[in-house]
């Protein structure tokens, strides 16, 4: 995967910032240290950061309260300042790649091209046709510079920044591969939007951001029950409110979350139509789910129901050791579903080549 030693990664996420640092062995990747902070509501929206002090000081003090002495990290970005585009040019050498890869984003993204950072993967090159095809991603850089400022503010060294997505595909082909013959989607359900990878034959063949996520089910519990959001909150993940009898959550929740999971999963799907009408790709064999708004049943549930492909929850940790003594065992288990990224920011490395 590269040289030296594993960056640091760290999401910075909507509703929480994870921290996770991994090292490499023979055995495979194990996990030294972890960190989490949750962040007030309207720090982060739309992926626009809202209150940095507060979200500097909450990456200072997981970094001392974990006891992470290293000051590499990886950093990702998402939402609608993110475009990623699977084309098609004619064949070339590297050095003439470098050299077009500007003109042909031109032709693909929707932003002046002063305004985002531009990178690529060969995907396959086709000599027969005279064409390759490219995954090509652009981000803008303001957003970019302004998650690396937050890292540099809280003294903290930012080397490689990734999109949501492809992290999630990482930590997928480390712990499960991907399968060479099959077309599998990868859906990480966060707190303000749901990312959809749709991998085929091995490599991703469609991408798409879905604007809603966990939130949106709290919100709902909030504005029908007439609760706090931190006591809808509670609800939807199962327990009571704070000073609330223990176990008890009010009978409409289940209805609610059922509502709004069906909701959810219709937006996947229409995705998911969309991919399969426009791609001439074969059919999905297999969907895999995370994040913290897989813990719910009734979203796996209503996914496999619209688009009659079976639905696996998959645990970013499965393939984990914990080795670092100072992991907190109980807050691995809470969070386990929603470190999907962060994971896969950590098994970046400090020298990587591009392929």
Known sequence: MGDGKNLVGIDIGTSSIKVCQ??????????????????????????????????????????????????????????????????TVPMMTPAELEEQIHWEAEQHIPFDIKDVQVDYQVLRRRPEANQMDLLLVAAKRDQINDFAQLARDAKLKPVVCDIDAFTVQNLFEMSRGLPPDQTVALINVGASMASLNIISNGVSAFTREIANGGNIITEEIQKQLGVPF?????????????????????????????????????????????FLATTGEG??????????????????????????VSVDTWAPTERLVVEGKEV????????????????GLGLRKQKEARS
């Open 22 to 87: 991994l090292k490499e062995s023979k055995k495979g990747f194990a996990l030294m240290r972890l960190g989490y902070a949750a962040l007030p509501p309207q720090t982060i929206v739309d992926g626009q950061v809202m209150d940095a002090s507060g979200v500097i000081e909450s990456l200072q003090r997981i970094f001392h309260d974990s006891k992470i002495g290293q000051r590499e990290v990886a950093l990702s970005v998402s939402g609608q300042s993110v475009i990623i585009r699977k084309i």
């Open 230 to 274: 931190d006591q809808a909150e509670a609800y939807k993940c199962g327990g009571p409110a704070e000073g609330g009898a223990p176990g008890i959550v009010p009978e409409p929740v289940a209805r609610v979350i059922e509502s709004v999971t069906d909701s959810i999963a219709g937006e996947i799907q229409r995705s998911l139509d969309f």
């Open 283 to 308: 059919e999905i064999s297999r969907i895999y789910l995370t994040g913290g708004s897989a813990n719910l049943p009734s979203l796996g549930q209503a996914i496999e129901r619209r688009s009659r």
């Open 328 to 343: 907190d065992r109980a807050l691995l288990q809470a969070r386990a579903a929603q470190l999907s990224v962060a994971l």
